[in-house]
Structures are given as structure tokens and as C-alpha cells.
């Protein structure tokens, strides 16, 4: 499984801006998961919780939404749902990262809900979209979508990398953003448009309405 | 890079009858991304994204975003008996069975069951001789979430909103005074906007739709109807 992803990689010609060599980093995390489903190897995932744990409570602490006991009652529950779900994670579909990524953020928005004590009662797996896709090409560009952006994100303008962090880090919808900003909801909603548009997300120009 | 749309448009051919042709705005998809839309628009978005492939390429892209500031974040210290704790579930979290529909809620069950097209068990009422509601709730107490269905030739009485209203096609089409849409199609209309849809001929029209504030129907003769809540009364 993990050798055919790096067949792939290599087999990848370098012409489109996301084509970017394939980072030992994400190599290393996706053969940590493999390694934990298939012989749910304790030492694999010691070495998964040393890196993810504390970006998980940074996470949780963005925006000082959570506790301290909370962040790290989250990191235990995200922790916990690696395990239980590595069987399900596909290196061919996403890089490691930014599977535990998705995962962080339901069980932080499920979190929010608990602790604001929501009469609803929907996971944001409920509401969620799981991609399922096996199309190698869409899996290889996502893989290596989070190294491009990574790359590129220490050129974005402050204005707008601020406003990607509240979106993103902190979950704040856009109209969240635009009060503790004190900005007009159009110029949020543009900024963010123009943050995307310079990570170069898109493949294709023009899908926007 | 455009290549890879085209081919994915390409694969995809054929398989719907008619193309989706209206999307969720970025600003929208985003918003999903970072799970940040109200439940209601997250259920219309990811039912949606079932059936939309140009949507799942922009999802998977915008989460890469959202997983490039997570992994950029300044790592914050977690005590070492942390591990200690997460290690002694290992084998409890092992043996727990996995969450399946016996456990899930009732609106969890609705949900899946409106995102697989399973609309029959839904506990439809009759507003007019052309127009049935099945009410899904004011989840969160912030929104009306209802799906509506139109019969064929029927219409809804002309009507503003005071707040958002998200539209999402199921089965069939409408159309109203700024085009047609058809199954698959997200239409969004700003508070303010008057529109009076009417099903498509050739069936049916079933839709999903999240209003953030009741409709207020505009023409004097409905204003018996307004706001929903007597219309569904009625
Ligand atoms: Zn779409």
C-alpha cells in the first residue's frame, strides 16, 4: 500500500504547481497509520502522538475557544478515534496530516456543541462530507496539496493570513470573523477569496460563479 | 491543471441526467471546510457534495488549507501522562463496538435518510393541492429546515425572505423569475429577493431548503399564509 504510493509519487511528472516533491514528512505519517491498522503497532503510534498532540491542543486552544483540560480532553479523544479509525485511512486518497486534521476539527465542532449544550443531536460526521473518491489523480493532488499551501502560506499578506487563521484555526464563520474584526462581511468574504486564490487551491480558473 | 478537470468532467459524463451546474460559492464551501456553516446549510451542502464531483475536488483542496495551518501551528507542550491516559484506552476503545444506526438520533437517521433520496418515510404535510412540507425541525432553534415538494404545474406563492434561504434540487426542477435548476442544483437567494418558483414540467420538483428567517410572502391574498409556520398550519 505504502510502496505503490511511492511509486506514484515518483511515477508524477513535476509540470503542474502542485507537483511538488512528495515530503518525507507525509511519507513518514501515512506509513505510521498504515503501520497502526495493520499491526496496531504501539510504537508507530507513540511516534504519531509526540508529533500530532500538540498541534492538536495548539488546535484546540485557537482563538482561547477551549481549556486547557479540554484541549487536552480533545487530544485524547482525537488520539483515540486514530486508532479506532486507521484501518479506514487511505494513503492514497489523503496525506496523513490532513486526515487527522478532519478528524481534529469534528471532534472539536462536536466538542463546541457538547459544551454549549445544543439540544441537537448531530455529529459533524452527520453533517460532514467524507471523500470516498479512488481517483488516483484527485488522491495525489490532495496528498500534496497540503505541502504546496504550506509552502505558500508564509507569502500571504498579514490581513489575509489573519483571516484564514480565524476561519480555519478558530472555526469562526465569516460573520464571527467580521465582528471581532470589526470588518464589513463583504471585505472577509473577499479576503478569503483572495487568500485562496494566491494558495493556488483551485486547479480551475473560472469555477467560481 | 485544467486537464484534470476536463478529465474528471469527462469520466463523469453521462452519469447524472442533467449537469449541475449551480455550486456552492467558495466563500460557502469554505465555510463547510472549516466547519463553520449552521447544521442545517452543512446538511444541504454535504447533499451536495453526494452528488457534486467539481464540489469534492474543492473540498479536498479547501481542507488542505485548513491541514496546512493546522501542521504550521505553534506546538503547545502536552504533559507526557497524557499519553499515559490515551494508551490505557487503547484496548477499551478497541472492544467498543463501532457507532452504527442502532445508536444514532432520530434527526441523525432523517439526515441520512434525506442524503440517500429515501423520501417517502417523511412525515409529509399537505399545504395546498400542489404543495407538500416535511419539516425537519428549527435545528439549533436558528434555522427552518424543510424539504418542499412541488407538484408537477404547482408553484410557491410569491415570497421574500428576511434572511437567507438555501435551496438545494433533489428531484426534478423549478424554476422562477432568474432561471431554471434542476436536481443537484444549490441556489442560494439574499435576504430581500422576490421570487415565485414553480415545478418544471415533466415531474415533480423536490427540494431541500434552509431559511435563516421565515418567509414572508409578498402578494396580499397570501398573506394569510405568512409566516410558515401558519402555512404549514394551514
Ligand atoms: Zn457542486
Known sequence: MVDKQ?????????????????????DEWSQCVVRIAEHRDRAAFAKFFAHFAPLIKAFALSGS?????????LVQEVMLKVWQKAAGFNPEKAAASTWVYTIARNCRTDMFRRLQKFDTQLEAEDVGFELESDEPTMALHASRGAIRVRELLGDLPQDQA????????????????????GLPLGTV??????????????MEAGSEE | MQGRSRAIGQDRAGQFKTMITHHPDTNTLTEFAANSLSCAQSIVVATHLD?????QQRLAELECIGSALFESAEPVDVDASLF?????????????????????????????????????GLNWRKVTKTLKIADLGAIDGAAEFSLYHIAEGGSIPQHNHSGTETTLVLQGGFSDET??????????????????????AGGDCICLAVLEAPLRFTRWHHRLLSPLLQLRAG
Open chain 1, 6 to 26: 511511492g511509486e506514484g509519487a515518483r511515477g508524477q511528472s513535476a509540470t503542474s504547481a502542485w507537483s511538488v516533491p512528495e515530503g518525507r514528512r507525509t
Open chain 1, 65 to 73: 475557544s477551549l481549556s486547557a483540560a479540554h484541549a487536552d480532553e
Open chain 1, 162 to 181: 489573519q483571516i484564514l487563521a480565524k476561519v480555519y484555526m478558530e472555526g469562526k464563520s465569516h460573520s464571527e470573523t467580521a465582528a471581532e474584526l
Open chain 1, 189 to 202: 468574504k473577499s479576503r478569503v477569496r483572495l487568500a485562496i486564490q494566491k494558495l493556488q487551491v483551485f
Open chain 2, 51 to 55: 452528488t457534486c464531483e467539481l464540489c
Open chain 2, 84 to 120: 499515559d491516559l490515551v494508551l490505557a484506552k487503547l484496548d477499551e476503545v478497541e472492544e467498543a463496538p463501532a457507532a452504527n444506526d442502532a445508536n444514532a438520533s432520530d434527526l441523525a437517521w432523517t439526515v441520512k435518510q434525506v442524503r440517500q433520496g429515501n423520501l417517502g
Open chain 2, 179 to 200: 432561471g431554471s435548476y434542476h436536481a443537484g442544483d444549490f441556489v442560494t437567494r439574499e435576504a430581500g429577493e422576490e421570487h415565485s418558483p414553480a415545478a418544471i
